[in-house]
């Protein structure tokens, strides 16, 4: 018998925590697939958000985060929704939603939001472009919460200290961020006019979106990669009438007169995908459209990434860059995040798309202590080095992306 060196005892040790690793994400596997009874007219069995990692089987079948306890509800119970197709996720070289699903989640565990990524949009079938199954995730969810708020997965979210119950319910809900911004003259007395009646379920506003770039087009100015609606039957309608638009397969061609450019099958091909079938709906249905706010430019997403700066707005949005551009920006953006005193170690613990934090959440706090220089935990609180500066030799912290 030979007395191992150290190095040989080194690589043991990691391959030890690796295999515990491995049958800790195994056994949470195993136990995400636990249920709940439902409780009640569309509302589930209450249950709180275990403490410490956030891998434990959700409180409620339709959401990964479900924080509503039976003596800890709030007034608003919110939901975030957001999703994309598997390629979009994974840590490659064109994932991006890995980081931007991070970012949401983090906004939700800060808030006491439910939420929900769905990581495999294109399961739910070939039949329709991939983009309109988020009308079926926000059908599948509405009647669980009473805001649902749904962020496409090429945002980056960049306000964390934003509560979205206080953002639609509050902060959006005048005549001022409701009316006026579609800047066409078609809709311009009607979108948004009942603001006067609030978010009174059978009167006032029940959906927000924001104006998009292109007043002078004939379809209208209003951009679905941010939406919220108020749970209740006006909203059952409206998605269950957008979801019906998009039965015709070449539904799209009417506002897309340049679609023979693109071949099946592309990335783009059936564009304007489930905004379409918003703009139709709310085309047809007046008053569904003077109870829809449309926000400006610029506040709840950047429309395009150009637009976006600090403290503007809530989301940077990447439409049109390549998904390879898109991962780099998200990572950036989380990057900023990670900067903050005493955020690098809980993010990694706490989001499950991070390779990182799937297989190396126990020692994250060490981790960030030797990449960040003093930022390994709440307890931390060092000053940090500007982005890029690097410590012991490693990158930090654009190493995630």
């Not at 949401?104 to 800060?110: D, T, V, W």
């Not at 003259?185 to 978010?199: C, I, P, S, T, Y």
């Not at 703009?279 to 459209?289: H, I, R, Y």
Request: glycine share 12%; aromatic share 10%.
């Amino acid at each position: 018998w030979r007395r191992p060196s150290w190095g040989q005892a080194v690589a043991a040790a990691f391959a030890v925590a690796f295999c515990v690793g491995q049958v800790a994400l195994v056994r949470a596997a195993v136990r995400s697939g636990a249920t709940v009874p439902a409780v009640g007219p569309g509302r589930p069995a209450l249950g709180g958000v275990p403490s410490g990692l956030e891998f434990a089987a959700p409180a409620h079948p339709r959401w990964e985060l479900w924080p509503f306890g039976a003596s800890s509800s709030p007034q608003v119970r919110v939901g975030i929704v957001t999703g994309g197709t598997s390629d979009l996720f994974g840590g490659g070289n064109a994932s991006y939603a890995d980081a931007t699903s991070c970012l949401l989640r983090l906004l939700a565990l800060r808030h006491g939001h439910a939420f929900y990524v769905e990581r495999a949009l294109q399961r739910f079938g070939g039949d329709r472009p991939v983009a309109w199954q988020k009308v079926r995730l926000l059908a599948e969810r509405l009647a669980d919460v009473d805001l649902i708020v749904w962020i496409d997965a090429d945002i980056a979210w960049t306000a964390a200290d934003v509560s979205l119950a206080e953002l639609f319910l509050q902060r959006l809900l005048t005549r001022e961020a409701c009316t006026g911004h579609l800047g066409q003259a078609r809709w311009a007395d009607v979108a948004g006019a009942a603001v006067e009646h609030g978010a009174d379920e059978d009167r006032g506003i029940f959906f927000w979106a924001s104006a998009d770039v292109r007043p002078g087009q004939s379809n209208m100015n209003l951009n679905s990669a941010v939406i919220a609606l108020r749970s209740g039957e006006t909203s059952r309608r409206f998605l269950a009438q957008v979801w019906e638009e998009g039965e015709d397969m070449f539904s799209f061609t009417r506002y897309n007169k340049g679609w023979r450019k693109q071949p099946f099958g592309h990335h783009y091909w059936g564009w304007p995908f489930e905004q379409g079938g918003v703009w139709t709906v709310l085309t047809k249905n007046e008053d569904m459209l003077r109870r829809t706010c449309v926000v400006p430019v610029g506040v709840l997403h950047s429309v395009q990434y150009h637009r976006w700066k600090p403290d503007g707005p809530l989301g940077a949005h990447m439409p049109g860059m390549s998904s390879e551009d898109r991962r780099r920006a998200a990572c950036r953006h989380l990057s900023d995040f990670l900067a903050r005193p005493g955020t690098c170690a809980e993010t990694l613990q706490r989001c499950p798309d991070l390779f990182v934090g799937r297989l190396l959440a126990s020692y994250a706090e060490g981790l960030c202590e030797h990449c960040l220089a003093g930022d390994g935990g709440p307890e931390s609180r060092g000053g940090g080095r500007e982005l890029g500066a690097t410590a012991g030799g490693m990158q930090r912290p654009s190493a995630i992306s």
